[in-house]
Antibody
Framework: EVQLVESGGGLVQPGGSLRLSCAAS????????MDWFRQAPGKGLEWVAR??????????EYAASVKGRFIISRDDSKNSLYLQMNSLKTEDTAVYFC????????????WGQGTLVTVSS | DIQLTQSPSFLSASVGDRVTFTCRAS??????LAWYQQKLGKAPKLLIY???TLQSGVPSRFSGSGSGTEFTLTISSLQPEDFATYYC?????????FGQGTRLEIK
């Protein structure tokens, strides 16, 4: 069974940093693109960042709203995806989800349950 | 950036009804469109990808159609578990974007 479990959320002050993790199991992690998404309270879904697989040289993409502040990375030996979030702003407050891109279609066929990040003084 | 506009934003319907949601893209995206269902406090669930392909395990009452700039998601006969928020998403280019969602509630 495919499982994605996020962790690392919490309360942080504006300007602070936080590192989110997504632990994967039940599939060959290294074969898949992996992405981060977020959802502000009461709002819609927003794509945050993508990490391509080894076959695609682990290249990355970012939403303009986080580029230069967030860094997506992965450790295939640990079946884990990460999101290093720096210079956090109040508008980064959201539930953060990791999602697996299907190998064939690239659409997001499995998601974690999310971890809440609150940026507030 | 490609903008996705969903309509309606809110829909009230009854069990057994047939409902259709629309997603319009600000520019052509071929068939690079997916539909997700999200229940309160839960992760999104992939329903349809490539505009019209039913994800494995999703009931056949869900169907998708369209290409280019206009897409639809249809539920042929609403069941109690279908009341949720539905989002479209494109994979045509970066950034990946979602529509603002359609909230489906019980009448």
């Amino acid at each position: 069974e495919v499982q994605l479990v996020e962790s690392g959320g919490g309360l942080v002050q504006p300007g602070g940093s936080l590192r989110l993790s997504c632990a994967a199991s039940g599939f060959t992690f290294s074969d898949h693109y992996m992405d981060w998404f977020r959802q502000a309270p009461g709002k819609g879904l927003e794509w945050v960042a993508r990490s391509r697989n080894r076959a695609s040289s682990y290249t990355t993409e970012y939403a303009a709203s986080v580029k230069g502040r967030f860094i997506i990375s992965r450790d295939d030996s640990k079946n884990s995806l990460y999101l290093q979030m720096n210079s956090l702003k109040t508008e980064d407050t959201a539930v953060y989800f990791c999602g697996r891109g299907n190998m064939a279609t690239r659409y997001f066929d499995n998601w974690g349950q999310g971890t809440l990040v609150t940026v507030s003084s | 950036d490609i903008q996705l506009t969903q309509s309606p934003s809110f829909l009230s319907a009854s069990v057994g009804d047939r409902v259709t949601f629309t997603c319009r893209a600000s520019q052509g995206i071929g068939i690079y469109l997916a539909w997700y269902q999200q229940k309160l406090g839960k992760a999104p669930k992939l329903l349809i990808y490539a505009a019209s392909t039913l994800q494995s395990g999703v009931p056949s009452r869900f169907s998708g159609s369209g290409s280019g700039t206009e897409f639809t998601l249809t539920i042929s006969s609403l069941q109690p578990e279908d009341f949720a928020t539905y989002y479209c998403q494109h994979l045509s280019s970066y950034p990946i974007t979602f529509g603002q969602g359609t909230r489906l509630e019980i009448k």
